[in-house]
């Protein structure tokens, strides 16, 4: 078992940033297997949607609304992943989830369903 907790969530003001944080812990066997992390989100009445994904080997894939604001990477050593998010506009709104996987695909990460175990989410709210 692998346990995924979020966290940096929070308010802000359209145009601010937050940095959100994913630090994995539990078996050391299944955490050093995992290759595909990511980060989806949910607002209300929708369904989870891709942010950002990274592999192991830092291929990266982002979706194209936070493509240039929101940058995500990993630090495998210490287990953890991050998601930089900037010029945040109220639309990005929405409860943010951490994602791993111990897959293997010829081609970054993109769908809920290719990951494993996810954490509990972190709110993230955008005032105009």
């Known amino acids: 078992q692998v346990q995924l907790v979020e966290s940096g969530g929070g308010s802000v003001q359209a145009g601010e940033s937050l940095t959100l944080s994913c630090t994995i812990s539990?078996?050391?066997?299944?955490?050093?297997?995992?290759?595909?992390m990511g980060w989806y989100r949910q607002a209300p009445g929708h369904r989870h949607d891709l942010v950002a994904t990274?592999?192991?080997?830092?291929?990266?894939d982002y979706a194209d609304s936070v493509m240039g604001r929101f940058t995500i990477s990993r630090d495998n050593a210490q287990n953890t992943m991050s998601l930089q998010m900037n010029n945040l506009k109220p639309e990005d709104t929405a409860v943010y989830y951490c994602?791993?996987?111990?897959?293997?695909?010829?081609?970054?990460?993109?769908?809920?369903?290719?990951?494993?175990?996810w954490g509990q989410g972190t709110q993230v709210t955008v005032s105009s």
């Open positions: 539990g078996d050391r066997l299944k955490i050093n297997k995992i290759n595909g």
């Open positions: 994602a791993a996987s111990a897959q293997y695909y010829n081609s970054a990460f993109t769908t809920p369903s290719q990951f494993d175990d």
């Open positions: 990274i592999t192991k080997d830092g291929l990266t």
